[in-house]
DNA sequence: CAGTGGTCTAGACCACTGA
DNA sequence: CAGTGGTCTAGACCACTGA
């Protein structure tokens, strides 16, 4: 490990996670007191507070006035979930990538349909389907909307030379997404563009994105149950890690 | 908004990410350089330093020595994923949770499994299978291994009060945890627990956890996938919200 | 009410790196 | 090589809250 560069504080928080990971400190345990490591690392309190900070950021203890510092208990409620983008993913990894593109049009939102009315925001939506191709094998469904009124840019891209989701990823900043992550069975034309059996259980993963208020873009992939995973890792310090 | 209490590093914080969620500060876009943030706010440098750093943990800035700091370029590639605990959700909601114990089981592992050979590190394992039962509804299937002897405390405890998962959360602090999510269509069996048509699309969850490189536990929960949606939210913000 | 953490200052020296 | 951020100090006042 880089031990000689490494700055007092972020050495203090590395020393005080080991302790905590090797279970030498206990969750509910109390972390030494600012003068107490003040003296143990021989620094000023800030020093110490940085460090402490930082370790309370990432959920490893808790700070509460006139009682002291805590180790926590942990609570595994959230996770940090990669989402694939697989255009870059599959261009990364040396693999041939394709957006087929099976139907784009420019269309008034479903006056039924609130998330519709919702992200069009007045203006029209433009909608398109296409599939995620790896390697010649198809391996996601897309159907997506986007507003026209939020991004009026997006008319004029060529959507068979980058993927909907990347473009809109490298253009437009957004500020709020939602992704829910659910199983469906794929009908017959979803099984078709796939290439696996009518009825086969796929991943769906859907998601909207926000600019502000405003919505962008709303997206369903669909992907079939075994061809791909999506994988969350979790240690306590990833949650500070860049 | 509370605006009077807040700490002045917060305000300055507030206020950058504001312009940059505005668009009044693009991505890309150079943020003033400490020395104009000292005088725009009239407090010292450390005050700035504080707020930038937040921003920078954030994600929403990149600094750069002598170059300066600069809005980022959003990369969606990760998302905090909420994991539901189901009984700690269903009681918080006032609902009845109930964990339906199907089997427990001590057994060496598997010699042809690689996961459960290394999960059990030359002891025994525990397997635990029961279903997850919500106001009286199958929720889920809950597939368990337990390693004795990283957890050996775990054969004294009563299943049919407490879930496992619930229970190895409050008691055995993970240092590490991968969850993988997939689809996959019920088979017989699971249709039957779960009270669904057989071959119906599920959401599988699988999860292993770690203390330090000893592994704890790995399960694999299967929801009915119209049953169980899991969201992820993600605003720049909430990567520093506690 | 005393001990704890939260914040802030005014300064200092340093490391890095692009003009 | 000068401008920028990174770190650190020694002190200060304050807010909170449990013994």
Tied chains: 1, 2.
Excluded at 120 to 131: E, F, K, N, Q, Y
Excluded at 157 to 170: A, H, I, K, R
Excluded at 201 to 229: M, N, P
Aim: aromatic residues 4%; proline residues 5%.
């Amino acid at each position: 490990m880089k031990l000689a560069k490494l700055s007092l504080h972020e050495r203090i928080r590395r020393q005080l996670e080991a302790r905590i990971m090797s279970g030498a400190l206990q969750p509910g345990a109390r972390i030494p007191v600012e003068q107490q490591l003040m003296q143990e690392f021989g620094c000023s309190r800030m020093t110490v507070s940085k460090a402490l900070s930082a370790l309370a950021a990432a959920g490893l203890i808790e700070r509460r006035k006139r009682a002291g510092s805590f180790v926590s208990r942990p609570r595994v409620h959230s996770m940090l979930l990669h989402i694939p983008d697989l255009e870059a993913e599959t261009k990364a990894s040396g693999g041939r990538y394709e957006f087929r593109l099976l139907k784009r049009q420019v269309l008034p939102p479903a006056r039924q349909s609130k998330l519709e009315m919702e992200l069009a925001d007045g203006g029209p939506l433009l909608a398109v389907t296409g599939v995620h191709v790896v390697n010649g094998q198809p391996l996601a469904l897309e159907q997506r909307q986007v507003s026209l009124k939020a991004v009026p840019a997006v008319a004029d891209v060529d959507f068979t030379v980058t993927s909907p989701g990347t473009w809109l990823l490298q253009h437009i900043p957004w500020t709020e997404a939602e992704t829910r992550l659910s199983a469906a069975a794929a009908d017959r034309r979803v099984a078709a563009l796939l290439g696996v059996p009518a009825g086969s259980a796929c991943l769906v993963v859907e998601r909207r994105t926000w600019r502000r208020a405003k919505g962008i873009t709303s997206v369903r992939q669909t992907f079939e149950g075994r061809s791909y995973d999506m994988v969350a890792r979790f240690r306590p310090s990833d949650s500070r890690a860049r």
